[in-house]
Nanobody, 127 residues
Framework: QVQLVESGGGLVQAGGSLRLSCAASGRTFGRYAMGWFRQAPGKEREFVAAISWSGTSTYYGDSVKGRFTISRANAENTVALQMNSLKPEDTVVYYC????????????????????WGQGTQVTVSS
């Protein structure tokens, strides 16, 4: 069991940056693949980024590739999402997710594969 708490959301102008953080409870955080997803009202939850529990493999959604970077600090039980060159269409709620994964180099990109979710943090990008 792991509990996730996101932070770092807020209001930023287009072209600006934000850094989201997800703090996880539990002693086995280092064996969880972690993902970031986002969801706009009335739409499906969209994959943003994922990282394997070793940190050696990262995956990105097409809409954020080259602008967002996912990273993790297992010693601190945290995963971060650095968001640069933000656009108004990035305005949604962002969710952190976790799944226990045997492989140290794999992280799923489909939301159905994740077992634990945070409560979400709102990001608003003004034009």
């Amino acid at each position: 069991q792991v509990q996730l708490v996101e932070s770092g959301g807020g209001l930023v102008q287009a072209g600006g940056s934000l850094r989201l953080s997800c703090a996880a409870s539990g002693r086995t955080f280092g064996r969880y693949a972690m993902g970031w997803f986002r969801q706009a009202p009335g739409k499906e939850r969209e994959f943003v980024a994922a990282i394997s529990w070793s940190g050696t493999s990262t995956y990105y959604g097409d809409s954020v590739k080259g602008r967002f970077t996912i990273s993790r600090a297992n010693a601190e039980n945290t995963v971060a999402l650095q968001m640069n060159s933000l656009k108004p269409e990035d305005t949604v709620v962002y969710y952190c997710a976790a799944v226990l994964t045997p492989s140290p180099i794999f992280a799923p990109v489909h939301r159905y594969r994740y077992d634990f979710w945070g409560q979400g943090t709102q990001v608003t990008v003004s034009s």
